[in-house]
């Protein structure tokens, strides 16, 4: 039934992660996936999501997708590429629920930025706003919100 959906659907599904749970890049719906699913998405605009809320981290993800060939973004701290994506290459996401709006993750803090850029959270949010407008491009069906999952 799925790969039913998925021939519906017109997503890429890139593979499985080593406990079988499904791994897309750019889903076209994410309404019969986990709530509370994590998903990571690059400066270029792409998401890849995970089909799970706990089974998988962001770190996990992150590991499963350089293995399988999905290169992280360059690390060169500019401050036009959302500061290199958390210095990582990428942001990591959560969904809320099970809704379609994804929230930053809980492991994203607003005071690295400043730490690290010296840049104020007002400044970050206008900047992840040029870099959600990417994402949203890609993925026009979810809204991804530049504040933190469950708040600061």
């Given at each position: 039934?799925?790969?039913?959906?998925?021939?519906?659907?017109?997503?890429?599904?890139?593979g499985?992660?080593?406990?079988?749970?499904?791994?897309?890049?750019?889903?076209?719906?994410i309404s019969?996936?986990?709530?509370?699913?994590?998903?990571?998405?690059?400066?270029?605009g792409?998401?890849?999501?995970?089909?799970?809320?706990?089974?998988i981290?962001?770190?996990?993800?992150?590991?499963?997708?350089?293995?399988n060939?999905?290169?992280?973004?360059?690390?060169?701290?500019?401050?036009?590429?959302?500061?290199?994506g958390?210095?990582?290459?990428?942001?990591?996401w959560?969904?809320?629920?099970?809704?379609?709006?994804?929230?930053?993750s809980?492991?994203i803090?607003?005071?690295?930025?400043?730490?690290?850029?010296?840049?104020?959270?007002?400044?970050?949010?206008?900047?992840?706003?040029?870099?959600?407008?990417?994402?949203?491009?890609?993925?026009p069906?979810y809204?991804?919100?530049?504040?933190?999952?469950?708040?600061?």
């Open positions: 039934m799925i790969k039913l959906k998925q021939l519906l659907l017109k997503e890429e599904l890139i499985k992660y080593s406990t079988g749970i499904d791994i897309y890049k750019n889903p076209k719906s019969r996936m986990s709530p509370g699913l994590r998903a990571i998405s690059f400066p270029s792409d998401l890849f999501v995970c089909d799970d809320n706990w089974g981290n962001h770190i996990g993800l992150e590991k499963w997708l350089k293995s060939d999905y290169s992280m973004p360059a690390v060169n701290n500019s401050i036009n590429e959302l500061f290199s958390i210095k990582k290459g990428y942001i990591s959560q969904r809320m629920g099970d809704t379609n709006d994804f929230y930053l809980r492991s803090e607003f005071g690295w930025f400043k730490k690290l850029f010296n840049v104020d959270k007002k400044e970050i949010v206008f900047i992840m706003k040029k870099y959600i407008l990417k994402i949203k491009s890609k993925n069906k809204n991804f919100v530049p504040e933190r999952i469950g708040g600061d």
